[in-house]
């Protein structure tokens, strides 16, 4: 069968794109989202920079404001815009860029947008990725979300939200580890790096950051994220030679017993990795995630990939629950390993019917 | 089925293989994807009743409807089906 995504690979390579980017900020209610924001706003770095905010009055703004524009958009000191949501945000990025075009505003080089705590994340990628005018000018460039390190892993354990926006992070943001028990904030990353080991994870002290190391701090390799949670019993690598086999529940039990610093119960959570050797088939394996999300769109709470689908480079695959972002058809492998590597974070559902599900799907493909 | 993130480019023969996969997982649960001159699809169940589908994410959403339940890559009876069929 087939095959590679034809548009995908006129898409060009990232390097190429200059359309701009923007950061997503989102955090359990009381997580210090605020306080980040305050800080970050204040910072004498973050010109060229137009946030949108829920409320210009919770930032605490006004020492640093240097013109009204409006009244709902300021002009702060260090040259960052500042404005303040009124209802639907690509309405927002829309007017944004017109009011930019027309001189009404200075121009801006990133976006940073700030989340009530409650929302979703899986909707509001949705429209960053629908939306046709928004997507001609802004690239999502990653989703920062913050986590307290005194009711963070609470949070995380009994509300689903808190879990899900750990999950879409790119990078994950430690607060209060100041006012925490000792130890909290450690256990605490653990915990985050085990539900999204993809992401950075940074420790702030009263939202003390420079704008960089948040807006643009690198994710992880997704390569060794997914070899390190092959080795920690969370993966399966396919077999020499291009075939491919599937551990089985025996052979899982074992694993997780191997790694007992790694339990977690079965509505916890967790990531887990898929390495293939063989170039995998596109047609199938889109198939097969669409009707995956479909069918659990509410346990699998992120999908990334650096596939091989028979092309000279990989395609890389990022999903957030039912989202799937257009893949992208990156230049070249970076080196002669072109084993697919796919890195899910789900609960309540069992990593090895996933891989024998995908192995399956493929397999028929390939036969077909 | 074109604005698919799964779909996006590909020519007449993606959209007959395409079709013909789907057929072989789809038939575990009785149902059938037509192609109607590379232009319209038509989802049927075994009973004869039929859906227009305008793209893949739609497909599973009909699916479920005319499959009267969900459609679960991960059903164990699919997975044992397709294995022996690729064997």
Known sequence: MSGLPAAAVDDGVAAADERIPLTLLTGFLGSGKTTLLARLLAHPDMGETAVIVNELGEVGIDHHLLTRVDERTVLLDSGCLCCTLRGDLADELRDLIDRMDAGEIPRFRRVAVETTGLAEPAPILFTLLTDRVVQTHYRLDGVVTTVDAVNGADQLARQPEAAKQAAVADRLVVTKSDIAEPGAAAALADRLRRINPHAAVLTVVQGEIHPDDLLAAPVRDLRVVADELAAQGHGAAGAAGGHRHDHGAHEQAADHADHAGHQHGPDEAHAFSIVLDAPLDWTAFGIWLSMLLQAHGSSVLRVKGLLDVGGTGPLLLNGVQHVVHPPQHLAAWPDDDHRSRLVVIARGIEEHAVRASLVAFDGTARRS | ?87
């Open chain 2, 1 to 87: 089925m074109t604005d698919h993130w799964a779909e996006v480019g590909g020519g007449v023969r993606d959209r007959i293989e395409r079709v013909r996969f789907l057929n072989t997982v789809l038939a575990h649960w009785g149902l059938r994807l037509d192609d109607w001159g590379n232009r319209v699809y038509v989802l049927r169940n075994w009973k004869g009743v039929g859906k227009p589908v305008p793209d893949l994410g739609k497909l599973w959403v009909i699916a479920e409807q005319l499959n009267g339940g969900p459609l679960d890559p991960l059903d164990p009876a699919l997975i044992e089906r397709l294995s022996q069929a690729a064997a």
